[in-house]
Nanobody, 115 residues
Framework: QVQFVESGGGLVQPGGSPTLSCAASDSRFTAYRMGWYRQAPDKERELLADMTRSGRTNYAESVKARFTISRDNMKNTVYLQMNMLKPEDTAVYYC?????????WGQGTQVTVSS
């Protein structure tokens, strides 16, 4: 089972640019497709971005111009750089690992965009 430690959330002012981090416990991290999702109150969890083991990325249209996913395989960590945050970006953000043994999720980190 893969475990994660997420960090980087909190209260952010509109227009802010925080970076979320997700550190995996598993050295097989390099083999996983990693993704970031979010879930706002009363909404379904949605995929924001993911990155394959080879570095190919995929983004939701709603965040494509503002968010960037990256990974550091030496640190077993995936990042989500978020720019120009808006109040509607308020949600719990989750990292995800897609593995041959199934999907594994981080515990989630709350991001609240408010002045």
């Amino acid at each position: 089972q893969v475990q994660f430690v997420e960090s980087g959330g909190g209260l952010v002012q509109p227009g802010g640019s925080p970076t979320l981090s997700c550190a995996a416990s598993d050295s097989r991290f390099t083999a996983y497709r990693m993704g970031w999702y979010r879930q706002a109150p009363d909404k379904e969890r949605e995929l924001l971005a993911d990155m394959t083991r080879s570095g190919r990325t995929n983004y939701a249209e709603s965040v494509k111009a503002r968010f960037t996913i990256s990974r550091d395989n030496m640190k077993n960590t995936v990042y989500l750089q978020m720019n120009m945050l808006k109040p509607e970006d308020t949600a719990v953000y989750y990292c995800n690992a897609n593995t041959i043994n199934g999907d594994f999720w981080g515990q989630g980190t709350q991001v609240t965009v408010s002045s």
